[in-house]
């Protein structure tokens, strides 16, 4: 009722308790950092409950939760998370990139699997405490970051489906390289035609657990087959509609079929995720003005036939994990494509286009360009 809505507590950056370590962490070389195998520290904890609210937000020693098995999460995969970096710039300062639309983002998907709404500035603002407390995690050479992944996960012990009482939002960090250590390393695809990542009606556009998990297996299985990734496609019309690429969106710049320059990306049509990589190629891509810019669905017919004419420039994913990932071919029904990487330049690992934005963004990222998409922690 009202008087049980009016106690609900909000979550109070300002009641943030802090707890350090006195056992650090052991640490690794740069050159040795893989891809999500390392923690920091610390990690940071908002608990809510149905009737009190929110906890007062904690930022802990690095470790395991305990949890009651029965908790919701591990029956029904409610589950959610997201995934962001934090860079230091020239002058050792600590910096983000666009942490507004991720915390943006993770609400879509709390709100999605009924969860309570994140209050995105709080939450940042224990975020900024977590990352100022680890600077010294945040990898300063070129190219390297923090990778910081907040998740909410439901605690509520019970086996019914049904609306969460208890849940747990956490966020843990981890060093990262850079994903091209010694260049851009194109990637070959395997266009699934059997597997489906995401349908009109689904949660493709939320950032859901459960959308990776039936991924694992297409993945292993094109990789199997010698390919990167997997292009996912929706329908089967004209060699159905081209989704994403892995854990990627997808980009295609050609030349269309009314003979204008043109960058393609999927809608945001709830079939794919709204990255805020691909927000962002799409910003740069209308401020600079230059070529056509649509976001519209492209089918693998109109794609692999504007190959086929000699009028793909180049393709590329983008995410935050890799920025920009140039593509270099893949095959569909058996038969292989290949897709020009760079026609100026045959020993460029990647278009003209792609290594452009690849530079803008990390130059934003890293300060090194002024944006207001750079945020000082
Ligand atoms: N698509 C999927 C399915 C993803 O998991 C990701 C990574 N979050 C992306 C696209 C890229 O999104 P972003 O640019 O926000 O990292």
């Known amino acids: 009722g009202l008087r049980a809505m009016a106690t609900q507590a909000p979550l109070d ?41 929110w906890a007062a937000p904690t930022i ?38 666009r942490p507004e639309m991720n915390m943006a983002r993770l609400n879509k998907s709390m709100t999605r699997l009924g969860f309570p709404s994140l209050d995105g500035d709080a939450a940042l603002d224990c975020i900024k405490s977590l990352l100022r407390l680890d600077k010294s995690w945040i990898p300063r050479d070129e190219g390297f970051s923090l990778y910081l ?11 019914g489906v049904s609306a ?23 990637v070959t695809l395997f266009a699934d035609s059997v597997n489906v990542r995401a349908w009109p009606g689904g949660v493709g556009d939320c950032k859901v657990g459960g959308n990776y998990a039936p991924t694992i297996r297409p ?22 509609q081209l989704t994403e690429v892995g854990t990627m969106n997808l980009f295609i710049f050609h030349r269309n079929e009314d003979g204008e320059d043109e960058l393609v990306t999927p809608p945001l049509d709830g079939t794919i995720l709204p990255g805020v990589t691909r927000d962002s190629v799409l910003a740069l891509a209308r401020k600079w003005g230059e070529f056509k810019v649509s976001e ?45 990487l760079n026609k100026e330049d045959p020993d460029a690992g ?28």
């Open 350 to 377: 990647a278009g003209k286009l792609t290594q452009r934005f690849w530079d803008e963004i990390t130059g934003i990222q890293y300060g090194r360009i002024p944006s207001d998409w750079s945020v000082v922690v």
């Open 219 to 240: 993945q292993a299985e094109a990789a199997g087959k010698g390919f990167s990734q997997v292009l996912w496609l929706l329908g089967h019309e004209d060699g159905g």
């Open 149 to 159: 992944r907040p998740t909410a996960v439901s605690t509520h012990p019970f086996l």
């Open 164 to 186: 969460s009482d208890s849940i747990k939002v956490f966020v843990i960090t981890s060093p990262v390289g850079p994903y091209y250590p010694e260049g851009f390393k194109p």
């Open 60 to 97: 802990r020693p690095y470790g395991p939760l305990a949890m009651d098995p029965a908790a919701s999460v591990l029956h029904y995969g409610m589950e959610c998370f997201e995934g962001m970096k934090a860079y230091i710039d020239a002058q050792g300062k600590i910096r983000l990139f």
């Open 296 to 340: 519209r669905n492209m089918t693998m017919g109109e794609f692999t036939r504007a190959i086929d004419a000699g009028r793909v420039h180049e393709a590329f994913g983008c995410g935050t994990a890799v920025v920009v990932s140039p593509i270099r071919g893949f095959q569909h029904n058996g038969t292989t494509y290949t897709v020009p």
């Open 13 to 53: 950056p300002s009641k943030l308790e802090i707890n350090q370590t006195s056992a650090p962490r052991p640490r690794l070389p740069n050159a040795e950092l893989k891809f999500g195998k390392t923690f920091a520290d610390h990690m940071l904890e908002m608990d809510w409950t149905r009737t009190a609210g």
